[in-house]
């Protein structure tokens, strides 16, 4: 496996999780601001190996191994970005967040609203299901802090998304929940240019041109989309996809674009059903794109139960393909 | 035979000037004044929402925020105006905090003490009790990563040490030696809860020893004593030899918020705590050290009295935001977080 310490080779591919790698190697090389906190992070190299030899590159201070306190650890991440220190927060597992709520929600997202004081720090979540995980580490709780204001989210799908979103999350002068899939770590793989560069927060992505139907999605379930879109190509439905890689600020030109141009909108996501961001780009399609919709706006999402252990139980719990080929089926008749 | 009396005198003597003590007298009586008149504004209904005042318990904020250099940080709870006025915010920001004027130093975004500017090293208060604490081992640790020798106080009530951020906190600085002092108002009630519900130890100060920090209990309306813990905590912290943990054992003398008439609290209690009055104390150990006496003490009376009219009239003369401000602020420039 590659590691942060050891060099990629130009046009060499790197898996999902190598590109987040990279992205925290080369901006803690580039800005001495930067540093990371979190359970496990040293010696250890992280629970997906994702800072392995970080420690030895960059020292114990800068890759700090936390007490296992997510509350504590993120308000003092919050602490040191208000005295111009850049933190990376690394959750374990997403599911863990939950401990950190207060901080993030209370002190995070309102400190410079209401004083004014600016809180530049990234809190990297690994999230999501089909890694039989159960309910306790296959969760995607962005829905949460969705609601928030003043916080940023981002859920990168592709290892170049993965790379150059981190980096603009590291450059942000906010706080930004970095949503990364597990799913993904080690699944997909690219060339990533050798220069650096970074994907601009708040941009969303067009992954798969088409012109019968957009399917707005994120995460992992943008490469269910893609294979659904594959399947339907055969039966001459011809889907958008629409990767909205920023849930906040979220880029409503793009998807309102899409939409007016295909006419019919699904929302994909494997967040629970009830309350997720579907649910919200759903009432912004209502809002704005009404006159032009020529069928129902269609959601597909997890049912809203925990994630469950047992493989049959998760494989149903998780959208699939085929849910995308029934519902644009179903879209094409309209 | 030196008695505990001497050793503290000697103490006194030995580590604050006259001068300091003097000026740390002022900022009791400022305090005093200036909360005393909100309380008056809120009476009258020219102030709206919470008032929560530090009245008897003054010393503490004063005391150790006037032991802190210009560079250091204060991440204060709400019981401490004293250290907002030591670290340089005046008293008409804090009036104009409190009526939601745009002069307040939140611009009427939040209010009451929810005051923070970190030009002058001062961390906004959250109202979910001890959440500051984790922020102060992160300034801390900041301080710790440059190799700079400042240091960051922070404080909280008796029921914040409740709070698992309390202990997360105490836990990381402890673990990595931050240089962060703890201070802990232990004024008997949170809200209308007494201490025996809130905690099954005697003595707050019992929670350091479980995160091997030394902790202190000292008097928290001799303002004296405060300062000198105070003092001592912040030297220890800045040489790099970790956390201090401070309780100060004071009793709240109003309700929780001025709409709380604190019937809960036995009125025997605040009789006898109102003779030991953090101001009378103070003017007791001017007074036997010959360092002032009852014309001074009337003069900063005076001196305070205008300041605060002077406040009230600056609050009051100040405008309002405008309701769309309410949009502006939600995220940060890069330049501010540069900056």
Not at chain 1, 1 to 24: C, D, N, R, W
Not at chain 1, 48 to 69: C, H, M, N, S
Not at chain 1, 144 to 173: C, E, M, N, Q
Not at chain 2, 163 to 169: I, L, T, V
Request: proline fraction near 5%; glycine fraction near 8%.
């Amino acid at each position: 496996m590659t590691t942060a310490t050891a060099e990629t080779k130009a046009g060499q591919e790197v898996t999902y999780l190598e590109a987040i790698s990279q992205a925290l190697d080369e901006e803690m090389t580039r800005d001495e601001r930067v540093f990371l906190m979190g359970e496990d992070i040293g010696p250890y190299g992280g629970a997906f190996r994702i800072t392995e030899g970080f420690q030895k590159k960059y020292g114990e201070w800068r890759v700090l191994d936390t007490p296992l306190a997510e509350s504590g650890f993120v308000g003092a991440a919050i602490g040191a970005a208000m005295m111009g220190l850049r933190p990376v927060v690394e959750m374990q597992f997403a599911d863990f967040i939950s401990c950190a709520f207060d901080q993030i929600t209370e002190v995070a997202a309102k400190n410079h609203y209401r004083w004014g004081a600016a809180v530049p720090m990234v809190i990297r979540a690994p999230f999501g299901g089909g890694v039989h995980g159960g309910p306790f580490h296959s969760e995607c709780p962005e829905g949460w802090f969705f609601h928030s204001p003043g916080l940023k989210i981002v859920a990168p799908s592709t290892p170049y998304d993965a790379k150059g979103l981190l980096k603009a999350a590291i450059r942000d002068p906010n706080p930004v929940l970095y949503f990364e899939h597990k799913y993904l770590y080690r699944r997909i793989k690219a060339v990533l240019p050798a220069e650096d560069y970074i994907v601009p927060i708040g941009q969303a992505d067009i992954k798969r041109p088409g012109t019968d139907i957009t399917v707005v999605t994120y995460g992992a379930m943008v490469h269910l989309a893609l294979e659904a879109a594959e399947q339907l190509s055969q039966e001459g439905i011809d889907l958008e996809v629409v990767d909205l890689r920023t849930l906040i600020p979220l880029d409503k030109e793009t998807i309102f674009q899409s939409v007016r141009k295909t006419s019919k909108a699904i929302l994909l996501h494997e967040d629970n059903k009830t309350g997720g961001i579907g649910a919200e780009i759903a009432a912004l399609l209502a809002e704005d794109c009404f006159d032009c919709l020529d069928g129902p706006i269609l959601r597909i999402a997890a049912p809203d139960t925990p994630v469950p252990f047992s493989a049959p139980m998760e494989e149903f719990f998780l959208p699939k393909a085929s849910d995308v080929v029934a519902a644009a089926r179903k879209l094409a008749a309209y | 035979m030196v008695t505990a009396d001497d050793a503290y005198m000697d103490d006194v003597k030995r580590e604050i000037k006259r001068d300091d003590l003097l000026r740390m007298y002022y900022y009791l009586r400022l305090t005093r004044t200036l909360e005393d008149r909100i309380t008056a504004l809120y009476r009258q209904g020219r102030i709206m929402g919470g008032v929560y005042t530090s009245n008897g318990m003054e010393a503490i904020a004063v005391g150790y925020a006037s032991a802190l250099e210009r560079d250091d940080i204060v991440a204060p709870y709400h019981r401490d105006v004293g250290a907002f006025l030591v670290r340089g915010i005046t008293p008409g920001e804090v009036v104009a905090q409190y009526l939601g004027k745009r002069t307040g130093p939140t611009k009427g975004k939040d209010g009451n003490v929810h005051i923070g500017d970190l030009k002058r090293g001062v961390i906004a208060f959250v109202s979910h009790l001890a959440d500051n604490l984790p922020l102060a081992t992160g300034i801390a640790l900041s301080f710790k990563m440059r190799g700079e020798s400042r240091v960051v106080v922070t404080n909280t009530g008796d029921g914040g040490t409740s709070r698992g951020d309390f202990h997360e906190a105490l836990n990381f600085a402890s673990v990595r030696k931050l240089p962060v002092v703890f201070f802990c108002n232990n004024n008997q009630y949170a809200y209308s809860t007494p201490l025996k519900h809130q905690m099954a130890i005697k003595d707050v100060v019992e929670r350091a020893k479980a995160y091997a920090i030394p902790g202190e209990i000292v008097d928290g309306n001799d303002l004296a004593a405060v300062h000198l813990a105070a003092q001592k905590a912040i030297r220890r912290a800045r040489a790099g030899a970790g956390p201090t943990f401070i309780e100060c054992k004071t009793m709240r003398m109003h309700g929780h918020s001025e709409h709380d008439s604190a019937k809960y609290v036995p009125r025997e209690l605040l009789e006898e705590w109102a003779k030991k009055d953090p101001i009378l104390k103070a003017e007791r150990l001017l007074t036997s050290l010959g360092w002032a006496d009852d014309a001074e003490f009337a003069k900063v009376g005076e001196r305070v009295q205008k300041e605060v009219e002077a406040a009230v009239k600056f609050g009051e003369d100040s405008p309002l935001p405008e309701g769309r401000e309410a949009l502006e602020g939600v995220f940060a420039t890069d330049e501010e977080a540069n900056s």
